[in-house]
């Protein structure tokens, strides 16, 4: 389904340029898009490359004010606004064929499923579940005993989300996703030299609108609970350890590695291939560049501050011990 690019400009609070009747179908980028797409600009110099471009409209910044070759959406934010017209129009665009519970699914008759939930071929929905309106649940899935999922979320194919677990809303889990699963703990018999399971009893809990990527793996708590704060959004190939407590607008690349009992605080940024070792805290608003490592217990603290290497210093401090490095290597 179409929208008028009007109605785009009302729902994302950008201001119109142009003919606001102008039917959109569908978002691209500047050298993909054709005549019912918009594009975004989020810099000047770009500007001209769009305006010549297939796109029936653009979303712009202030500088492109006053241009006339195509309509406009203006926006202070232009990324983020592209972001949420991107939403609007897929949303919209929902086509309804895949409604209600396909035969091939089970669903225990003690589930209990708001009418608008879809679920589709093949997966699992055990007892004692309650799912929220809107949201969806992908084939092959499978939904854990006493499982809490809350309203419009997206559960791609693939997902198992184990026994005792609680989503929020407007959680994506994507495909091979592993939610709930028991924690890495164990303990050594002195006198056989076996390794003993410790109890993996815990729950997990993932706040509202959370983002789980691909292939990634959320351990349950022990004893207690990992915690997973709203807004936060995690990469592809992401594991994180039992007892895990992350705060707020947390964001984590691909392939990092968290032990158990860490606190991650609010707005705190991880790149890929970062190591955090076990009850080590990451204070808010730190950023731990690309396979940092922060050894166990350790403190990574100060707002907007940058870290790098391992174990992780402050971004100059570390750069000057290479280029000290560098120098001795020379002299020698």
């Known amino acids: 389904m179409k929208r008028s690019l009007r109605e785009i400009a009302e729902a994302v609070e950008a201001r119109l340029q142009g003919d606001g009747s102008l039917q959109i179908n569908a978002v691209a980028s500047i050298s993909s898009a054709s005549t019912n797409d918009l594009v975004f600009v989020d810099e000047e110099k770009s500007l001209p490359r769009a305006l010549q471009s297939r796109a029936g409209a653009l979303i712009a910044g202030e500088f492109a ?29 929902s086509d309804g064929r895949d409604t209600g519970i396909h035969a091939t699914a089970v669903v225990d008759p003690s589930a209990h499923l708001a009418p608008t939930v879809v679920v589709a071929e093949r997966a699992v929905i055990a007892e004692d579940v309650q799912i929220g309106e809107g949201t969806r649940i992908g084939a092959g899935s499978i939904v854990g005993r006493g499982v809490n999922i809350g309203r419009e979320c997206m559960i791609y194919p693939g997902v198992t989300v184990y ?45 509202n609108d959370v983002e789980i ?39 984590i690349a691909a392939q990092t590695g968290l032990s158990g009992s860490i606190v991650i605080e609010n707005d705190v940024v991880l790149g890929g291939q970062v190591g955090i070792g076990e009850h080590a805290r990451i204070e808010e608003g730190v950023m731990l560049g690309g396979q940092g490592g922060v050894l166990p217990k350790k403190v990574l603290r100060g707002k907007g501050v940058e870290f790098w290497g391992t174990p992780a210093q402050p971004v100059r401090q570390y750069l000057k011990q290479l280029a000290a490095l560098s120098r001795l290597g020379k002299k020698r």
Do not use: M, W
């Not at 195509?70 to 949303?91: C, E, M, Q, V, Y």
């Not at 890495?184 to 997990?204: M, S």
């Not at 292939?215 to 609970?225: P, Q, V």
């Not at 992401?238 to 895990?244: E, K, T």
């Open 65 to 93: 004010t006053g241009s006339t070759a195509k309509s406009l959406l203006i926006s202070s934010h232009p990324r983020l606004t592209f972001a949420r017209a991107a939403r609007f129009l897929r949303d919209g665009n």
């Open 163 to 207: 026994p005792g677990t609680t989503l929020g809303d407007r959680v994506i889990v994507h495909a091979g996703a592993v939610l709930g699963s028991d924690g890495f703990g164990y303990v050594r018999d002195p006198r056989t030299g076996r390794y003993e399971k410790f109890p993996q009893v815990g729950k997990l809990v993932i706040e």
């Open 213 to 251: 990527g691909a292939n990634t793996t959320i351990d349950r708590g022990a004893l207690d609970e990992t915690r997973i704060g709203q807004g936060t959004k995690i990469d592809n190939l992401v594991h994180i350890g039992h007892n895990c407590r992350l705060g707020q607008n947390v964001v």
